[in-house]
């Protein structure tokens, strides 16, 4: 509720003073569809105006997303551009097309504009040690946005408890069979990961498995198609299409015989989206098979209200934005940063310096926002963020 309450307050804050910024500023704005796509924009706030409006930032932010093509990042690209232009900066934003080197290049780019500060949502953790060197040559500070990049140049981390994400998928698995109470009975299951370029994507999935394993240990949960190890099971890019395709070989091999499927772990809604069609498609029975998801997407989210999808992870980007901002603006003011400021980020996050390290041995001090789980019956909650509607239809359209 307290969070809640907050994150309209800011929202209702930052459109107010978007909204004292349109009259007297002038914006400048260019973008094509994600092929390197850049969006320049000038906030045109005076030193006075900022004190009118709460927009006392001065400087430019280099924003680069990874991709457009997953519904998400537009989300993160639009709510990190709008904010840091409401608090007085300049920013560039750029979409990387899911392409490492093009986001190297985007990089480069921003740091030749003379961005005084990066936030970087890798596509691959591992490959922007060229930019990232730039970067610590150029004395620009980077904070790694959502995905943790594996370079020292990186100071903070923001993201949500990945972690945790993955337990409570598996948790959900495990409650909506009711495991604890299994008996001799034996369920099946199938598992579908993320990428693993992206750093995240092993914690999402150990997370889930930390919570199933000892059920498959116990022969309580079965996986006919033997596949579960992370690498056999993850899914390059994200892709709909591959976990899609993935999944339908598997139903082809392992259930056309009629076994029944009970469950499929997917790590996240696109994953989730490409197994959902595969098993309407592809699967012979006529059971409904929990499939579990992550972020809210607009189409994941009607698949909930059809039953077609069991739940999603919910991760409020928005507030991923707003202590994204905070704590931009304490490192270009030279504040010290410490656990004490996950009070003061304004959503409820906590302070984590040994989970997450940028190389053997050196921890990035991480700021993890909380994610929860949104089923069929608390849609609502997700309307009372003031980040979805509701129409008539009982889908939920995302605001922006
Ligand atoms: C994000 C997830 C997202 C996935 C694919 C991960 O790094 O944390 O929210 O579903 O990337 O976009």
Request: aromatic letters at 8%; hydrophobic letters at 35%; proline letters at 2%.
């Amino acid at each position: 509720m307290k969070r809640k309450l907050i994150s309209a307050l800011l929202c209702g804050a930052m459109a107010a003073t978007m909204l004292a910024g349109c009259g007297s500023s002038s914006s400048d704005s260019s973008s094509t569809a994600d092929s390197g796509s850049t969006t320049t924009s000038e906030s045109g706030t005076t030193a006075d105006s900022g004190s009118a409006g709460g927009a006392t930032g001065t400087g430019k932010i280099g924003i680069s997303m990874p991709t457009q093509s997953l519904e998400r990042w537009n989300r993160d690209g639009s709510y990190l551009d709008e904010q840091f232009q409401a608090a007085g900066y300049e920013t560039i934003v750029t979409y990387s097309d899911n392409d490492s080197s093009r986001q190297v290049n985007d990089i480069q780019n921003m740091l030749a504009e003379d961005v005084d500060l990066l936030i970087v949502a890798a596509i691959d953790g591992e490959a922007l040690n060229t930019a990232m060197n730039e970067a610590a040559d150029a004395g620009v500070s980077v904070i790694a946005y959502d995905r943790l990049i594996l370079n020292d140049a990186v100071s903070y981390y923001v993201s949500f408890d990945n972690y945790s994400v993955g337990t409570l998928q598996g948790q959900y698995i495990v409650d909506a069979l009711d495991l604890e109470n299994a008996g001799d009975k034996t369920y099946n299951i199938e598992l579908t990961a993320g990428d693993p370029a992206d750093n995240n994507a092993p914690y999402f999935f150990n997370g889930a498995m930390d919570v199933l394993q000892p059920y498959i240990d116990a022969g309580t949960l079965v996986v006919p198609s033997g596949q579960t190890d992370f690498d056999t099971v993850a899914t390059a890019q994200w892709s709909t299409d591959t976990a899609l395709e993935r999944a339908q070989n598997i139903l082809g091999s392992y259930y056309a015989d009629g076994t029944q499927l009970d469950a499929w772990l997917c790590s996240n809604d696109s994953t989730a989206l490409g197994v959902s069609q595969a098993l309407t498609s592809d699967y012979a029975g006529s059971n409904t098979v929990i499939v579990t998801g992550q972020d809210g997407d607009e189409a994941n989210l009607k698949n909930i209200v059809d039953g077609i999808q069991s739940m999603t992870v919910y991760k409020n980007v928005s507030d991923e934005a707003v202590a994204t901002l905070a704590l931009s603006e304490a490192i270009l003011n030279g504040e010290t940063i410490d656990a004490s400021m996950a009070d003061n980020l304004g959503v409820e996050c906590s302070y984590d310096d040994t989970s997450y390290e940028t190389s053997d041995g050196n921890p990035c001090p991480s700021f993890l926002l909380v994610p929860t789980v949104i089923t069929a019956d608390n849609l609502q909650d997700l309307v009372d963020t003031g980040l979805y509607t509701m129409g008539d239809d009982g889908y939920l359209s995302a605001v922006q």
